[in-house]
C-alpha cells in the first residue's frame, strides 16, 4: 500500500466533445477521491492533498478543459461540459465508489458530474462554495460583470481574487492565483465565468442522492439551513480565518476538516 501512494500517475482521456482531458491518479483504496479546481486554476492546487490522502484513497486531480494542460478547444464553457469531463476519467478508471471534491466553480462541475454519475457517487464536498443554493444573480447583473471583465480583463480579475482572499493569505498564494487567473485565454474564461454565474444547483440537488458536505470559508456565510430545503443531505464544516483557497492558504488544516469530512461520510 506505501509503495502504491508513492507512484504518480499521469494520463489523459478524451472528453464527450473530443477535448483531451489531463488527470493525475495517486494511491489506492476506497472510496477514490476525485479533486476538482476552481476557475483559471489547475490539478496542482490540490497536491498537498495527493500527498496527504494517498495511503488510504485512491486519488484524482483533473484539469478541467480550458485549463492547466488540457485542451482548449471547447464551443461550450458550460459546468454541464466540465461534469462531462469528470465523467469521462471517473468511467476510464472504473471507479465504483467516488467522493467529488470541488473547490469554487469546482462545485458546480461536482454536481454536474454527480447527477452523471449516479450510484457511483457517494459523497459530495464543496470547497468555498455553494453557500446558498437558492441565490440567484439577476441576468443584467451578469451581463455588466461580463462586459467590465471584457473591456479590462486582467485589471477585474485582480480585483475580484483581492477580494476573494483574507487578509492572512500568503503572498505566494495571492501571487500564484493572480498569476493563473491573468494569464488565462480571455474569451473562453470570461465564457466560463459567465455560465457559472448563471448557473442554477437546484436541479441537479433533486437528482443527487448522495451525502453533501461543504468545508467553507467564514469570509462568506453558508446559509445551511436554507440549503437544507433543497437538499437535506447538506452539512457544512466552516473553516475559520481563510479565504476562498483554504487548501492553499492552511493546507494542513484544510487536511484535517477534509479527513474528518471523509469519517463522516464513510459512517
Known sequence: MFLKALVLLAAVIQSTDGVPIHYDVRGAGEPTLVFIHCWTCDRHIWDAQMSAFAKDHRLVAIDLAGHGDSGKGRKDWTMAAFGEDVKAVVEKLDSRRVVLIGSSMGGPVSLEAARRLGDRVVGVVAVDT???????????????????????????????????FAASTPAAVRERVLAGATSAPKESAIAMLRSAMQYDPIPALHEIKAPIRAINGDKFPTNVEGNRKHAPQFEAVIMKGVGHYPMLEDPARFNELLAGVLRDLDK
Open 130 to 164: 455553494l453557500q446558498d443554493f437558492a441565490q440567484k444573480t439577476p441576468p443584467e447583473q451578469i451581463e455588466a460583470v461580463v462586459r467590465q471583465f471584457q473591456a479590462n480583463y486582467k485589471g477585474e480579475t485582480k480585483y475580484v481574487n483581492q477580494y476573494l
